[in-house]
């Protein structure tokens, strides 16, 4: 990547995180996702802060800090119970609106957050869109105990390779990336993933959960609608 090709992916990150934030009204509770294209609707909410007074819930530790150093108020997920809308970015997006996230180790939290949204939101430059999941690879947070009988099992679902990170989640859990070919089938691929013992939680987010998708390029943000607003 040239660096006119970086500088223009992240004014796209800024650009679809910017619109994004327009969707939040005053008084509204805001799931605030992870990542460098989300960071820019914690920005632009933050700019706001005072005008929105919004209640917000963060996916993760760094986004946490970014929004109360924004001067947003954050609570715990316990203590919001339900959000108006979470805004989160993603790694890959296909043309159902399936992702894959996970790519920074947040996506068992981000899954809950946005799983207590009525409206989930979903922010990418327009390099994160693919035909069919699975050339990113596919996050796993797992548990310590028998890391590599987890392994076994994902490549027994067809995984070619399955890595192990030496990040680790704000669980305390460990991170797997697992690489399997194109997958045709992300809904049966997110269940049997789930039925793994020692699998925390995969990065495989359902089209179905998602209402929005802003993408950037240099033509601008375009809105596409997310599996469940179809
Ligand atoms: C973190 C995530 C992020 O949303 C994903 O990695 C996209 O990040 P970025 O906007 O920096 O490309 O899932 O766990």
Same mark, same amino acid.
């Given at each position: 990547?040239?660096?006119?090709?970086?500088?223009?992916?992240?004014?796209?990150?800024?650009?679809?995180?910017?619109?994004?934030?327009?969707?939040?009204?005053?008084?509204?509770?805001?799931?605030?996702?992870?990542?460098?294209?989300?960071?820019?609707?914690?920005?632009?909410?933050?700019?706001?802060?005072?005008?929105?007074?919004?209640?917000?819930?963060?996916?993760?530790?760094?986004?946490?800090?970014?929004?109360?150093?924004?001067?947003?108020?954050?609570?715990?997920?316990?203590?919001?119970?339900?959000?108006?809308?979470?805004?989160?970015?993603a790694?890959?997006v296909d043309e159902a609106a399936n992702l894959?996230?996970?790519?920074?180790?947040?996506?068992?939290?981000?899954?809950?957050?946005?799983?207590?949204?009525?409206?989930f939101?979903v922010?990418v430059?327009?390099?994160?869109l693919?035909?069919?999941l699975?050339?990113?690879?596919?996050? =796993?947070?797992?548990?310590? +105990?028998? #890391?590599?009988?987890?392994?076994? &099992?994902? !490549? %027994?679902?067809? *995984?070619?390779?399955?890595?192990?990170?030496?990040?680790?989640?704000?669980?305390?859990?460990? =991170?797997?990336?697992?690489? +399997?070919? #194109?997958?045709?089938?992300p809904? &049966?691929? !997110? %269940?049997?993933? *789930?039925?793994?013992?020692?699998?925390?939680?995969?990065?495989?987010f359902l089209g179905t959960t998602v209402d929005d998708v802003?993408v950037?390029?240099?033509?601008?943000?375009?809105?596409r609608p997310g599996g469940r607003s179809r």
């Open positions: 990547m040239t660096g006119t090709d970086t500088s223009a992916a992240d004014a796209a990150k800024e650009a679809a995180g910017r619109a994004a934030a327009a969707l939040v009204q005053p008084g509204m509770r805001v799931g605030l996702g992870t990542g460098s294209t989300v960071h820019w609707t914690i920005v632009a909410l933050g700019e706001r802060h005072a005008e929105l007074g919004l209640t917000c819930v963060a996916t993760s530790q760094r986004t946490h800090e970014l929004a109360t150093g924004l001067g947003l108020r954050v609570v715990t997920p316990d203590e919001a119970r339900r959000l108006d809308i979470t805004i989160d970015g790694d890959e894959t996230k996970g790519g920074g180790g947040a996506h068992t939290r981000e899954k809950i957050v946005a799983a207590m949204a009525d409206r939101v922010v430059d327009g390099s994160k693919v035909p069919r699975g050339p990113f690879g596919t996050p =796993l947070e797992v548990l310590d +105990f028998a #890391p590599a009988v987890v392994a076994d &099992a994902v !490549a %027994a679902l067809g *995984a070619v390779r399955v890595e192990r990170s030496e990040a680790r989640s704000d669980n305390d859990n460990a =991170l797997l990336r697992a690489y +399997f070919p #194109p997958i045709e089938d809904a &049966a691929l !997110a %269940a049997a993933l *789930a039925a793994i013992p020692g699998i925390v939680e995969h990065g495989i802003f950037a390029d240099v033509a601008g943000v375009r809105r």
